[in-house]
Every structure is written in C-alpha cells, then in structure tokens.
C-alpha cells in the first residue's frame, strides 16, 4: 500500500487514522481546485447520495504512476463518490486496493456501484417520526473471519 486517499471534508479524520496504522501518506481530493496546488486532474461524477454531476480535483503532484492506494470514505450510499475516486485513480495509472467505509447505507432503492468494500456499519431502517435508526454491524466481520 502506497497511499490512503479520501475526499475532502468528513473522511479525512478516518483516513489519517488509517494511513498511521499502515505508515503511508495521505491523499486528499477536493471538489474545488486549489490556485497554489499547481496543475490539476479533475473529473465529473455522479454523487451516489445526491444524484448530481459534481467534480473531484487531485494535484498532478499527488500521485506517482503506478501507486496502489487505500480509499477511505466516511459514508458511501450508492458508492458514487467512492467511484469518482476509482476513475480519478486511473487518470494518473494507480490502482485502488482497497476500499474502507465507516457507515454505509442498506437501502434497496439505490443500485450499488461499488461492490468490492470493507464497512465498520450499517445504517438502515430510518424512521424520522419516531427518531429510530437501525444500526448493525457491517460486512467487516466477514473479512475478519477470513
């Protein structure tokens, strides 16, 4: 593992925590780009969460060509942003290895475009009147028994 990448804002604590337990740097992809990053790969995507085109941005910088990398999100519904990241990867020839979430949605609605991740829980069952919220344990046990 060569990097933890992530996209800015709510991620970055959970991908730092990542990145010191395997020693690797991190990456942090934003939605706007910097003037003082220099030049810059940027994408459209389509959020999984919201539906909507939106643009991740990554200084050339960043990545060297070749680099396997560790992405690390903090809630992935249909795995739209998560995929920005993938194809992001591929404009600089890296490779992502692994894929990380903190809470990920159970929502039968939403057709998954991520399949292959590791998720600590799982958020379903929503009742905004009765201000429930189902939470159970995500698919992280079934890799720890491996």
């Not at 990448?5 to 959970?14: A, D, R, W």
């Not at 740097?25 to 939605?31: K, S």
């Not at 680099?67 to 519904?77: A, G, S, T």
Request: glycine share 6%; with cysteine; hydrophobic share 40%.
């Amino acid at each position: 593992m060569d990097a933890v990448m992530t996209v800015e804002t709510k991620g970055i604590p959970l991908a730092y925590a990542v990145a010191a337990s395997l020693k690797v740097p991190v990456i942090i992809v934003r939605r706007d780009p910097k003037v003082t990053e220099g030049p810059s790969v940027s994408i459209n995507y389509v959020s999984g969460s919201s539906r909507k085109i939106q643009t991740m941005v990554l200084p050339k910088r960043s990545l060297q060509e070749g680099m396997n990398v560790c992405i690390i999100d903090d809630f992935m519904k249909a795995g739209g942003t998560i995929n920005g990241m993938v194809n992001l990867l591929e404009e600089f020839d890296a490779k992502a290895v692994a894929i990380g979430v903190l809470a990920e949605a159970d929502d039968e609605e939403e057709e998954r475009v991520i399949h292959d991740y590791v998720s600590l829980i799982k958020i379903s069952g929503i009742d905004m009147h009765h201000k429930k919220i189902d939470v159970q344990p995500g698919n992280v046990f079934q890799y720890l028994k491996k």
